[in-house]
């Protein structure tokens, strides 16, 4: 079973405040992801990164901002929520690359956010 | 045309049949292919990863890789309803980390 943690799970905010989004993992995986979905919609990625200090934006425009300063470390922020920031955020994993290149991905349980 | 492409579904089969998911990708040089499993509300896991042609067997679960046809596909055997959930179609392109998602084909099984 994946180490990943996400937190808060759930999170009602009002637009306008400023919130970060807390992802941990303590497996040791250099690389780490931010994915955003909808419900019944695809995985969109917004942020991922290869190690420390290194962050780059995914294929989903977003108005976050990501942060690597410690490995097991990946915390997304909002500067300004908006009613269109309402999803569901995925955090996850995965390890080195393997000898067959694998790169699987463990999962976060997820942080729904709700801006009003 | 997207990257990764599924069929949304729903896809019913019946309990004890077979249930045959495709996925279908765009970019020649992928080398890397797994399936998620992501029931209602809860993140994907993942259930079968796949890396060269053929078949792969774990348990009721076959993936099978056509890199010349560019497509994959999950076979589950003696589908049960706790298979019911969307399955997730992942695809790992040449010389990138990042892996693209199809958008999942939600399988229904039906008691």
């Known amino acids: 079973e994946a180490d990943i943690y996400q937190t808060p799970r759930y999170l009602v905010i009002g637009t306008g405040k400023k919130i970060t989004l807390e992802c941990s993992q303590t497996m040791g995986h250099d690389k780490m992801y931010w994915y955003q979905q909808d419900p019944g919609m695809e995985l969109h990625l917004i942020h991922y990164s290869y190690g420390v200090n290194s962050t780059e934006k995914g294929d989903l425009s977003s108005e976050s901002t990501v942060s690597r300063i410690r490995t097991e470390h990946f915390p997304l922020t909002l500067e300004s929520a908006r009613p269109s920031h309402t999803s569901q955020y995925l955090c996850?994993?995965?390890?080195?690359?393997?000898?067959?290149?694998?790169?699987?991905?463990?999962f976060g349980p997820g942080t729904r956010l709700t801006v009003l | 045309q997207k990257e990764v492409e599924q069929n949304s579904g729903p896809l019913s089969v019946p309990e004890g049949a077979i249930a045959s998911l495709n996925c279908t990708y765009s970019d020649r040089g992928s080398q890397s292919f797994f399936w998620y499993r992501q029931y209602s509300g809860k993140s994907p896991e993942l259930i079968m990863s796949i890396y060269s042609n053929g078949d792969k067997e774990d348990g009721r679960f076959t993936a099978q890789l056509n890199k010349a046809s560019q497509y994959v596909s999950l076979l589950i055997r003696d589908s049960q309803p706790s298979d019911s959930a969307t399955y997730l179609c992942?695809?790992?392109?040449?010389?990138?980390?990042?892996?693209?998602f199809g958008i999942g084909t939600k399988l229904q099984v039906i008691p």
């Open positions: 992942a695809v790992r392109s040449g010389g990138y980390q990042k892996v693209t």
């Open positions: 996850a994993s995965s390890p080195p690359q393997g000898l067959q290149g694998s790169t699987e991905q463990f």
